[in-house]
Structure formats: structure tokens, C-alpha cells
């Protein structure tokens, strides 16, 4: 069954916190992507990854973290220098970079 | 700045009736287009792809582009309730996608 898994489907995180996402593949994609949604508003880019072992800044990539040293995993981290990280967050990825992307199923985090 | 342009509604119509949802981009560059469809509290789920101009078919969804206005709609015919949802327009330009906020569309029994 291919798809996109993210893991926890709900998280809260104390002040001060790091917490890490997490979003696996088995789509054989090259490019994965992380997004961030806020209420009312639309998909905002934090970071994405084209291939393995490289990754690139999106519009919002201040307080974030991730690694790629896996095709199937992009892992991201949520640092306590993220001052407002309440929100709900989409990993994505695609065959290719700027491709049509396939959504996981979403993360939603509470900053307690 | 690039940009997608929806109106964020919500667009209510009676079921059976044919909703129509548009937006508009910025970037003369794009060169892809994609309709998303968004249940509350869920991940974005692919309806529709177009990247030439004219109409594109599948099922009740129509999917058209303007590159020369810079438009593109989104056609639901025989709209059901299950199709309340938000809706979002994306745009591809070389390595950028840029996603709309989105349209809530209410089909009302």
C-alpha cells in the first residue's frame, strides 16, 4: 500500500521544547516537502528536499530543522527558537521537484 | 511577489447544481496548475492537473486555463454535500509552487 505516513497525528510540546515530526514514503519519490497551516490561511513552505543528503529553506524556515539521509524520510524538527508553533503541519512529496505532490495525512501541534 | 488569488467565499449552492470556483495568478512563468480539495481538519487531496490551455475532463470536475488572462477555474457539476470542502489553486513556475488560500464550498440538500 504506498503512501504517505506522518507521525504523531496530534502532538503538544511545553515552552522550551524540540519536537520532531515525522513523515515516511514509500512512493519512491525523489522530493519531499514540509508546510506549515494556519487557520483560514493557506499552505505556507518550510523547508524541502529535492534528493537525499540535501535540502533547501522554504519562505518560513527560521525555528525549523530536517534531515534527508533517507529517500523514504524527511523528519522534521520543531526548536524552541519557533515562537508561535502552533499550527497544523503537511509533509508532501513528489516524483520529482515542483511535480504534483501527494499529501501525508498531517500533523497537528499544540504548544501547551 | 508571486501570488494565487481566490476568493475564499464560501461559495454556497443547492446540490445537483454546478459550482464554480476561479482564481487568478501572477506569474506569466507558470506552466502548471493544480486543484486541490481540502476536507476540515484533513490533508489536501489532488482533483485536477492542467497544463495547457482550453478544458480538461474527469468525471464531474472540469478543469480550464486561461494562460492568456492568467485564470483558472475549477467546474463541479451535480454538485453533493460531500463536495463541501475548501478547494485550493496552485501554481508551478520552474521550481516555485505557490498555493492559494482557497475557497470553502457549502452544497447545501
Known amino acids: 500500500d504506498g503512501g504517505i505516513t506522518q507521525s504523531p497525528k496530534y502532538l503538544f510540546r511545553k515552552e522550551g521544547q524540540n519536537v520532531t515530526l515525522s513523515c515516511e514514503q514509500n512512493?519512491?519519490?525523489?522530493?519531499m516537502y514540509w508546510y506549515r497551516q494556519d487557520p483560514g490561511q493557506g499552505l505556507r513552505l518550510i523547508y524541502y528536499s529535492q534528493i537525499v543528503n540535501d535540502f533547501q529553506k522554504g519562505d518560513i524556515a527560521e525555528g525549523y530543522s530536517v534531515s534527508r539521509e533517507k529517500k523514504e524520510s524527511f523528519p522534521l524538527t520543531v526548536t524552541s527558537a519557533q515562537k508561535n508553533p502552533t499550527a497544523f503541519y503537511l509533509c508532501?512529496?513528489?516524483?520529482?521537484?515542483?511535480?504534483?505532490?501527494?499529501f501525508g495525512p498531517g500533523t497537528r501541534l499544540t504548544v501547551l | 511577489q508571486k501570488e494565487v488569488e481566490q476568493n475564499s467565499g464560501p461559495l454556497s449552492v443547492p446540490e445537483g447544481a454546478i459550482a464554480s470556483l476561479n482564481c487568478t495568478y501572477s506569474?506569466?512563468?507558470?506552466?502548471?496548475f493544480f486543484w486541490y480539495r481540502q476536507y476540515s481538519g484533513k490533508s489536501p487531496e489532488l482533483i485536477m492537473s492542467?497544463?495547457?490551455?482550453g478544458d480538461k475532463e474527469d468525471g464531474r470536475f472540469t478543469a480550464q486555463l486561461n494562460k492568456a488572462s492568467q485564470y483558472v477555474s475549477l467546474l463541479i457539476r451535480d454538485s453533493q454535500p460531500s463536495d463541501s470542502a475548501t478547494y485550493l489553486c496552485?501554481?508551478?513556475?520552474?521550481?516555485?509552487?505557490?498555493f492559494g488560500k482557497g475557497t470553502t464550498l457549502s452544497v447545501s440538500s
Open positions: 508532501a512529496s513528489s516524483q520529482v521537484f515542483a511535480d504534483t505532490q501527494y
Open positions: 492542467i497544463y495547457s490551455n
Open positions: 512512493l519512491n519519490h525523489d522530493a
Open positions: 506569474d506569466r512563468g507558470s506552466q502548471s
Open positions: 496552485v501554481s508551478q513556475a520552474g521550481t516555485a509552487l505557490i
